[in-house]
């Protein structure tokens, strides 16, 4: 294999002429100001190295990614309690749909979809006061990416408290159903805010690669979840990760990854490396345009799909 620094070298210089593809999310005025012509990348290795590329140093909002991060915290807290309160199959509807919810009485279909999430926040939030809920996944993402310079985008918060309509129908919707414990305010105050994390690729890359280390921390040896959860969650993104664009995701780049509406996205290449990728234009399907196509092209350029056979280095 060439060298990563090479290769992702290349993906930016194959990427230039198309910067400013897709459609930046402009149903959070915040995220609507973003520049879109900007594309940043790192990968953090296993073993402790870092390649980046382009923007890989500029904050974006982490958006969905956060979810990733909420679910493996309520993991934490309740185990595979979780599984009573949300699903674990592909919805095969937008990020945002409550068609699903009433013909599955309130059980949202996996952790990934805003529904499914907002009940993950939900569980999160027993016993605490929103503040220390956020307070409790700020320190998370502090400790994961070992930078305490990430900070909470108030602005951006504010402005999806102030037009998250579809949000607040969801959580209404399933406290009717009895599967939210806390008034909707108090839930989507904390998701709000788990949304409006903002966060670089190199902390996004490092955030993430306990996932591609059976669940530990590979530089300090720290343990964040048990190999077999880390596992289940990988499984969960291949799946789950890119709404309706989960399958398409899975045939094109054959990672688990998780997107976000910021344009941020999160791949896992599980015993090799973490993956942060950031372009703001989005597809039709709400994942960032051109870092779905970046991962496509790392993919092959790697062989780390992880339906390549063990060792292999088989290309495109
Ligand atoms: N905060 C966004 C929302 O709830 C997240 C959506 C996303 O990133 O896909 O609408």
């Not at 910067?19 to 999310?25: I, N, P, Q, S, W």
């Not at 953090?44 to 990733?68: E, H, N, Y």
């Not at 915290?73 to 949300?86: F, P, S, T």
């Amino acid at each position: 294999m060439a060298d990563l620094q090479s290769i992702v070298d290349g993906i930016y210089s194959d990427l230039t002429p198309r910067l400013g593809e897709g459609k930046v999310a402009d149903y959070i005025p915040e995220l609507a100001k973003v520049d879109p012509k900007q594309f940043g990348m790192a990968i953090a290795t296993v073993d402790g190295q870092l390649f980046t590329v382009g923007d890989a140093a500029t904050p974006f909002s982490i958006q969905s990614i956060s979810k990733v991060f909420m679910l493996t915290l309520a993991l934490g807290k309740v185990g595979e309690a979780v599984w009573n309160r949300v699903g674990r199959e592909p919805s095969g509807s937008a990020f945002n749909s409550i068609v699903q919810l009433e013909h599955e009485h309130g059980i949202p279909r996996n952790p990934f979809i805003n529904a499914g999430a907002i009940a993950v926040t939900d569980i999160v939030l027993a016993g605490y006061q929103p503040k220390e809920a956020i307070g409790e996944y700020l320190r998370f993402m502090r400790m994961l990416a070992d930078d305490d310079a990430i900070t909470i985008d108030g602005k951006v918060a504010r402005s999806e408290n102030e037009t998250g309509y579809r949000n607040f129908a969801l959580a209404n919707f399933m406290r009717g159903f009895g599967n939210l414990h806390h008034p909707a305010e108090h839930v989507l105050g904390v998701y709000f805010h788990q949304c409006a994390l903002s966060i670089t690729c190199t902390q996004l890359a490092r955030a993430g690669l306990f996932l591609a280390a059976e669940g530990k921390n590979p530089l300090t040896g720290h343990s964040v979840v048990s190999a077999k959860r880390a596992r289940r969650i990988n499984a969960l993104m291949l799946t789950c990760g890119h709404y309706d664009g989960s399958g398409d995701f899975a045939f094109r780049v054959g990672l688990p990854g998780k997107s976000g509406v910021g344009g941020g996205i999160l791949a896992v290449a599980p015993g090799k490396a973490s993956i942060a990728v950031w372009s703001p234009g989005l597809n039709k399907v709400g994942n960032s345009l051109l870092g779905s196509v970046a991962l496509e092209m790392l993919a092959a350029r790697t062989g780390w799909s992880v339906f390549a056979g063990h060792g292999s280095e088989s290309r495109a």
